[in-house]
């Protein structure tokens, strides 16, 4: 769509245990959600909100990371 730019806008993350070293984690990342395309001072663009999720090697949940962005179109003369 031509978003070609980002920039983060908000990032939450929460832990539930403390990690060991050598430790395997898996992740998997959702979509939660995406705008409507809005003007912004730094160009057209829409924000997305992903969530991250950490299991460990026996599948249980040791975190997560949710983060939001703004993908633009960079405006002529804009500068995140």
Excluded: W
């Amino acid at each position: 769509m031509g978003f070609t730019a980002a920039v983060a806008i908000e990032m939450e993350q929460q832990y539930f245990r403390e990690l060991r070293l050598g430790g395997v984690l898996t992740l998997r990342r959702i979509v939660e959600s995406i705008s409507a395309e809005k003007n912004t001072r730094l160009g057209a663009g829409r924000f997305l909100r992903l969530r991250s999720d950490f299991t460990d090697a026996q599948g249980e949940a040791v975190g997560f990371m949710r983060v939001t962005i703004l993908k633009f179109k960079p405006s002529r003369g804009a500068h995140p």
